[in-house]
């Protein structure tokens, strides 16, 4: 499959800052970078896209443009934007040609192409690839130094599969529980999950425990049942840790049925963070202490343990997708989140549990944690898989 995306104008991309320029005049600019220079690029298989240059005003003679690729101003968009990004394999990727021409009469160039080659780039890796402004000829135009370079940003589209929950079916964890367990006494933490709605009921548990640190749809005591809410996020105090701090938080809109989409909540040791697809929704200041994902608020029963679709036993299930779901003992930065929406390494720091919902089950009928630890996920009800899912969604 070949797909053609264009860098334009009209497009706008996430703001990495406000950009003042001081000079005066005309200049060129690489087109679409005004507002931000990062540019999204998902591959899928083979990809293409087209560059161009822009003028603030009408060339009056032919302006031909050179462009080129610089490694050097890798470290400066990874500072810019606490990222982790590295350079695309170089056969990875073609350009058509080098240069482009902003012809008489005209404010914007013809295109060149970038292409690139799925197949070559890894899946979850965050590529950046700064394509420069390096030289005008004619024209008498400057360059726009802020808008100068273009990070190119590759992400490997992947096609998977998910677990179908349909409110018949949920995932147990029977490593996370008991006095050993190695979620008991978090001073940091991270739990995200990717989910893709069907329907919503009174209460739809998606992970956690309940009444301790839960993420789930609805409250069955009049919110609406499709709005996200981390219910009951426990913390206990730093002397005392079986005395416990409650927050909670809730998505601003409600969701909808059949998107994908990908959650989180982030605890540094004062700030519990909430996040939904890469976007701060809420930072609260805590009193600090650890957070204990092994048990419900009374944990007498294993039922009542971390579990993904269901709580209260197996009760409050969740109708819909599933395909990715982890447990870290770290604070994730957003950049690491965004960036890792639809994979991480298994072998990352601070990675406790991952599972990855894409029916490859164990001899035992489990789903594998992927980190090699042996925190297996499993099954219990009827459980279906789909396939034909990609990410990013």
Request: net charge negative; glycine share 10%; with cysteine.
């Amino acid at each position: 499959m070949k797909k053609y995306i264009f860098l334009s104008l009209a497009l706008l991309f996430s703001l990495v800052g406000c950009k003042e320029e001081p000079e005066f005049g005309d200049a060129v600019y690489l087109t679409g970078t005004l507002t931000s220079q990062n540019v999204k690029f998902l591959v899928d298989g083979q990809t293409s896209m087209g560059i161009t240059v822009s003028s603030s005003t009408k060339a009056d003679a032919p302006v031909k443009v050179s462009l080129e690729v610089a490694p050097d101003k890798l470290a400066e968009y990874n500072a810019a934007t606490g990222g982790e990004a590295i350079l695309p394999p170089a056969e990875s990727y073609s350009f058509s040609s080098k240069e482009v021409t902003i012809a008489q009469g005209a404010a914007q160039s013809d295109a060149i192409t970038l292409n690139a080659d799925g197949e070559k780039i890894k899946e979850g890796t965050h590529y950046c690839l700064p394509v420069t402004i390096t030289k005008v000829d004619g024209g008498n135009l400057r360059v726009l130094k802020t808008s100068q370079t273009a990070y190119i940003l590759f992400t490997k589209v992947i096609n998977i599969k998910a677990a179908d929950l349909d409110k018949k079916g949920s995932f147990d964890i029977p490593g996370f529980a008991g006095e050993s367990s190695p979620v008991r006494s978090l001073g940091q933490m991270t739990l995200e999950m990717k989910i893709k709605p069907e329907s919503f009921g009174s209460i739809s548990s998606l992970c956690g425990c309940e009444e301790n640190f839960l993420f789930r749809f609805g409250d069955g005591a009049g919110s609406p049942d499709n709005k996200l809410q981390l219910a009951k996020a426990s913390i206990g105090t730093p002397l005392h840790p079986d005395q416990k701090d409650h927050y909670e938080a809730w998505a601003d809109q409600p969701f909808e049925t059949g998107s994908w989409h990908h959650f989180a909540a982030v605890y540094d040791g004062s700030y519990l963070r909430t996040y939904l697809d890469g976007k701060q929704i809420q930072a609260v200041e805590t009193k600090g202490g650890t957070i204990n994902l092994s048990m419900a608020y009374d944990g007498h029963t294993w039922d009542d343990t971390f579990a993904i679709g269901r709580s209260v036993g197996h009760q409050r299930f969740f109708d819909g997708l599933v395909s990715e779901c982890r447990v870290w003992n770290i604070a994730r930065t957003q950049s690491q989140l965004q960036n890792g929406v639809c994979y991480v390494d298994p072998t990352t720091p601070g990675l406790v549990a991952y599972w990855r919902f894409n029916g490859q089950l164990q001899d035992d009928g489990t789903v594998l944690d992927e980190t090699g630890h042996g925190y297996n996920a499993h099954p219990w009800g009827q459980i279906k898989w789909v396939g034909d899912q990609k990410c990013p969604f």
